[in-house]
Nanobody, 125 residues
Framework: QVQLVESGGGLVQAGGSLRLSCAASGNIYSINAMGWYRQAPGKQRELVAAITSGGMTDYADYADSVKGRFTISRDNAKNTMYLQMNSLKPEDTAVYYC????????????????WGQGTQVTVSS
């Protein structure tokens, strides 16, 4: 079994910072892409940032709304991904979810996408 566990959410004032973590555990042979999504009340879940490891280089992509404020990173040795969120705005308030495309075993035929349970981020004005 594979588990993704997010942590680091909370309440912060506008202009503040938070760092989210997403730790993957269980049957993991390889992790391809990982990403952060968020869902605000009454809105659809949206992609915030994604990261793919390409050998010695990680490739990151961001939603326009967070470019320049958020930074995604990963520690492959720890199967953990991070989201550093700076200059937070009230509109960043949402439940943040992480996902990962995981190859469970060496003999698995394909990668499977797993999701975490979400962590609440609330930014007050």
């Amino acid at each position: 079994q594979v588990q993704l566990v997010e942590s680091g959410g909370g309440l912060v004032q506008a202009g503040g910072s938070l760092r989210l973590s997403c730790a993957a555990s269980g049957n993991i042979y390889s992790i391809n892409a990982m990403g952060w999504y968020r869902q605000a009340p009454g809105k659809q879940r949206e992609l915030v940032a994604a990261i793919t490891s390409g050998g010695m280089t990680d490739y990151a992509d961001y939603a326009d709304s967070v470019k320049g404020r958020f930074t995604i990173s990963r520690d492959n040795a720890k199967n953990t991904m991070y989201l550093q969120m700076n200059s937070l705005k009230p509109e960043d308030t949402a439940v943040y979810y992480c996902n990962a495309d995981i190859l469970p075993t060496r003999n698995s035929r394909s990668y499977y996408r797993y999701w975490g349970q979400g962590t609440q981020v609330t930014v007050s004005s």
